[in-house]
């Protein structure tokens, strides 16, 4: 492979090479006597006056100006670093002439600095094209290993949890029937964020070091910032008190006072502002008011004789009384013995004159009087009904100091005419004024008060103190807020600040103290136990990590192993394993591993996928499709957990495994409780004539039904119905699928519900056995898992990962076999070129497999799809629900068999019959290196067993675990690490933790360079 060899010239030169002399743009180019030769030789035969394959032409070069040749040598330099020029099928240049073509491109973009190639191999999709033979055969590894000093943006999980530690919020969730506190939640109760760091939706590792700030990531960020600040100060600072950034509760104490002595007497004048002016004016308070105007009502037309009105429902006038804000004084008045025995006429002018001096607009005086007109009958019965839930509402006064400034301030500000509320604004309006004059004679906040809330600041966002010129900066900042903004704003607008600063959305991973003869230095101790906490938990670095910096105790690999092996063998911590389940609010996502190991399996197997390709329940079988998937997911997700707790071959059980977990909890006693609670119901009823019960013959299996629970069973309250029926129905329908669980010499009885009812009794999602062929009405459930399920092995054949690889409605060999090259085997597919218009024919009487080839096994295609379709056609043993078949239904119309009901029962199955045609497994693997393994597959756990022998696959998973845990592409300098890395997976008998505390204590990940180093 051409990349291997122009690796390591290509980067000394991206590297080493002078830029000093940099050419004028005016200065005729001459190529060089020896480059010209070579592409005489090898290139311009198609690139060439007669030919011009790609609209790429290498015989004019020097004619072109400077930037066409810029961009005329990015395309050659790619071309051949990634092996795809000269074809394979053309004459090759030797070695030298190849390296010789390479040092001239690089040299030549490299002076005018437009390599875009460096850029690109920084992205994960060209991480294979470093050639694999070279990491590991051991030519490269004396070469020392080190990553340049960077900057690395969050990811959207550190984002969650960033908020979630800075606000203090904690999250719950169910483990196993228990409640459980879990780290990696992203909601906040009263706050809504808009996270701006979500990763791309694809297989393999998604969150690499290679990405920078943007004005899309800004823009969110200052919505988050100010909508932070904002719940600081105006709730949770509140909430905590002192317990909370105390200094902001000493900044803001006089000016809270202030606003809770304002909003108190506001609120008790809106409520009493009237009763009171009666005490204070007695009956020279009426002389006060502004003179009464009724509104004028819309007359009711007389209807013919015998005819009446037909009034819309009481509700809906409620509701709108509810929209005019009237409902609450209609209440209180008639809940109120002085009012609720007045006459509706009465009553209604109490309302009316209420509403009119308190000085309510009169278009929304009408609408409520029109509501009273109306309605008043059914409102007194509704209060009278509902008496206990509508409480009055008792003011107390004030206290003794407050009540006089109150009547004070009415006595200042009233004048005769006004409303009430002109009264009120007035009055507060005068309490503002006063205030301001208070809070300004006392002062802005001391230097040492701004200077805490700096310290408490950094403390609580940053996670740090700041240095003796962070502190001096940030305490003129803060003054200068003060003085511009006042004293809440200024402190919001601090806060926002710092939630602002490069430091809270990028990771800083930098090198400190002497550099080696390589110019390397160990990284920063703190930056190296957020390296070590990010790369395995997501989270900030917890106290005993914090304390080995502290004593200087992460300085050394020991050290380091130390700190992750605790970390990895930590089990009292649990997370939330999936967001969008977590959203769908399916319980089962929780694990006590370290999530970021967890997740690696997840994001590089790519099934969690399969909750967003769109699928048809008609198809399915069933309804309730997207709790089955999201169950299937999470088992998916115990597999692998049970996979990494054992600890042992970990990626060949993974890729073999023939235990899974279907509609299992992972608590096999609760499972064998349950089940054994179905056989007792119908080991008691199997020989009687349940059947023909009636609903009093329950009466007689009273105790029996009290002591199981029957769903909606309920012997006491026979009769009682919902929506399915009445209890005798209910019971047939629960012993119906009782009896078909049991009936056909099944040992136990799977756990789902009784009957189809709203929501679940047990366990969401019991469909989840449709995926695996497995019937609802002939189930042997096994409550001991993970168990054997047939035709299964590995992930490759989990319907997780087979929908996620599918389409809508048909399989996706293509990209499974592109899956299987480029994960497993380390191989490279270039991108489908423009002019291919990549459909595949439809054929009413061919199997998907048969359209493909016709589409993708021309001599143009088959050069990439070679690589591809091989490997994908072996999974066609499965549809693209992941269910086992021989045979391909042909979903046509012209091929109906049998159109099925579309309602769905319990124990039904919706999927209409049509006509099919066998399949046909069969594959090819080559690219494992290994000729015992390579040849004709039978089918996908044929394929499966050989790729879990194959070393290559080995070191590819190896490969992206790498990218994973350090955030960027491997490169020959790694060499070391990765073979260490494998060497420590094969001591430890397959132990995937050993690979991470081989990659996590590896030159590559303690040592640093700086850029241009």
């Known amino acids: 492979m051409v990349c291997g060899s122009l690796c390591p010239r290509l980067f000394a030169l991206l590297i080493f090479i002078s830029t000093t002399a940099v050419a004028r743009s005016s200065e005729k180019y001459v190529v060089p006597q020896d480059i010209a030769a070579v592409l005489r030789k090898s290139c311009t035969d198609c690139h060439g006056a007669d030919l011009v394959e790609g609209e790429v032409r290498l015989d004019g070069i020097a004619s072109l100006d400077q930037e066409a040749r810029l961009d005329l040598l990015n395309k050659v330099q790619e071309q051949l670093y990634l092996g795809q020029m000269p074809p394979r099928d053309a004459q090759q240049p030797s070695a030298v002439e190849r390296s010789q073509l390479a040092d001239w491109a690089a040299r030549e973009l490299h002076r005018f600095k437009a390599s875009k190639l460096e850029k690109k191999l920084q992205k994960p999709e060209y991480g294979n094209y470093v050639e694999h033979e070279k990491l590991f055969s051991g030519e490269f590894q004396d070469l020392p290993g080190f990553t340049f000093d960077r900057r690395w943006l969050i990811s959207e999980y550190i984002f969650n949890a960033k908020f979630q530690r800075l606000l203090e919020n904690t999250t719950r969730a169910t483990r196993n029937g228990r409640a459980i506190t879990v780290q990696g939640g ?188 109306d309605y008043l009958p059914e409102i007194r019965a509704h209060v009278i009904k509902e008496r206990q839930k509508l409480k009055r509402v008792e003011v107390k006064p004030l206290a003794e100091v407050e009540m006089s400034a109150v009547k004070a301030a009415i006595k200042a500000c009233r004048t005769k005419g006004d409303h009430y509320v002109d009264v009120i604004e007035k009055c507060v309006a005068k309490w503002e004024q006063e205030f301001e004059r208070e809070r300004i004679a006392a002062g802005p906040p001391s230097d040492q008060l701004l200077s805490d809330l700096v310290g408490q600041l950094f403390s609580q966002i940053l996670e740090r103190s700041p240095d003796a010129k962070e502190a001096e900066e940030y305490l003129a900042l803060a003054k200068s807020y003060v003085t511009k903004l006042g004293n809440l704003k200024a402190i919001q607008k601090l806060i926002q600040t710092l939630i602002l600063s490069s430091e809270f959305v990028y990771r800083q991973e930098f090198g400190t103290g002497e550099t080696d003869k390589y110019g390397r230095s160990l990284l920063d101790p703190r930056d190296a136990a957020y390296a070590i906490a990010y790369a395995l938990t997501d989270q900030s670095p917890d106290a005993e990590l914090l304390l080995a910096v502290q004593n200087g105790r992460l300085q050394t690999r020991d050290d380091y192993r130390r700190e992750i092996l605790r970390i990895l063998q930590t089990r009292d911590t649990y997370y939330v394993i999936d967001p969008i389940l977590a959203d769908k609010n399916f319980q089962e996502n929780t694990t006590d591993t370290a999530i970021r190991k967890l997740r690696f399996f997840r994001e590089f197997f790519g099934y969690p996928a399969a909750i967003t390709i769109f699928k048809d329940e008609k198809r399915f079988g069933g309804d309730r499709l997207g709790d089955a998937t999201s169950r299937l997911l999470s088992e998916a997700d115990r597999v692998v957990e049970w996979i990494l707790e054992n600890d042992q071959n970990v990626f060949e059980e993974l890729l073999t495994t023939d235990k899974f977990f279907v509609y299992h909890d992972g608590d096999n006693e609760r499972m064998q409780a349950a089940s054994d609670r179905i056989k007792k119901i119908y080991a008691h009823f199997k020989d009687l004539d349940w059947k023909h019960f009636k609903q009093d013959d329950l009466l007689d299996h009273r105790d029996f039904l009290k002591e199981v629970k029957m769903r909606s069973v309920d012997p006491d309250k026979l009769d009682a119905r919902n929506r399915q029926g009445t209890t005798i129905q209910l019971f047939k329908m629960s012993m119906t699928s009782i009896t078909a669980r049991l009936d056909k010499g099944q040992t136990e009885a799977a756990p789902f519900d009784l009957y189809r009812g709203y929501g679940y009794d047990f366990m969401v999602g019991y469909n989840v056995a449709n995926f695996f062929n497995i019937r609802l009405d002939n189930w042997n459930y096994q409550t001991i898992q993970p168990a054997k399920v047939a035709n299964r092995r590995g992930l490759l054949t989990h319907p997780a990962w087979l929908i996620a690889h599918a389409k809508n409605t048909e399989n996706d060999p293509i990209h499974r076999g592109k899956w299987v090259r480029e994960k497993l085997l380390a191989g490279t597919i270039p991108d489908v070129p423009i002019t291919v218009d990549a459909v595949i024919p439809e054929d009413h009487h061919k199997t998907l497999r048969d359209r493909l080839k016709s589409a993708t096994e021309a001599t143009y295609c088959w050069k990439c799809h070679e690589r591809m379709n091989p490997l994908g056609y072996a999974f066609e043993s499965y549809d693209d629900f992941g269910r086992f078949r021989t045979h391909e239904a042909l979903e046509y119309p012209d091929k109906l068999i ?85 060497q420590a997976y094969l001591a430890q008998g397959g132990s995937f933790d050993a690979v991470i505390i081989s990659l996590l204590t590896s030159d590559s990940f303690i040592y640093r360079k700086a850029v241009g180093n």
């Open 186 to 373: 992203n909601r906040i109760q009263n706050l809504s964020l808009t996270n701006p760091f979500l990763l791309p939706n694809r297989s393999g590792v998604r969150y690499y070091a290679n990405e920078d700030l943007t004005g899309g990531h800004l823009s969110s960020m200052l919505t988050n910032a100010q909508a932070t600040s904002e719940y600081i100060t105006d709730y949770l600072v509140k909430k905590k008190n002192n317990k909370y950034l105390p200094a902001i509760n000493r900044i803001m104490g006089l000016e809270d006072d202030h606003g809770t002595r304002l909003a108190s007497r506001r609120a008790f004048l809106e409520a009493r502002i009237d009763q009171l002016c009666e005490e204070l004016y007695g009956s020279e308070n009426e002389l006060l008011l502004p003179k009464f105007v009724p509104v004028q009502l819309k007359p009711i037309d007389a209807l013919p004789k015998g005819e009446v009105y037909e009034k819309a429902p009481f509700h809906v006038a409620q509701n709108l009384l509810k929209d005019l804000e009237g409902d609450v004084t209609v209440y209180q008045f008639l809940l109120d013995p002085q009012h609720e025995t007045k006459s509706d006429e009465h009553f209604r002018s109490l309302c009316e004159r209420n509403w009119f001096y308190f000085g309510v607009h009169e278009r929304k005086i009408q609408g409520r009087m029109t509501i009273l007109r």
């Open 898 to 982: 049998k159109k099925n009901p579309d309602d769905w029962t319990l124990l039904t199955d919706t999927r209409d019959v049509y006509e099919s045609l066998p399949v046909d497994s069969t594959g090819r693997l080559s690219g494992t290196g290994d000729d015992l393994l390579d040849g004709e597959v039978r089918d996908a756990i044929d394929l499966a067993e050989r790729l879990s022998k194959s070393r290559r696959v080995r070191q590819s998973i190896i490969r992206h675990a790498f990218r994973y845990f350090l955030g960027r592409n491997e490169v020959l300098s790694d060499s070391k690490t990765l073979i260490d890395a494998e």
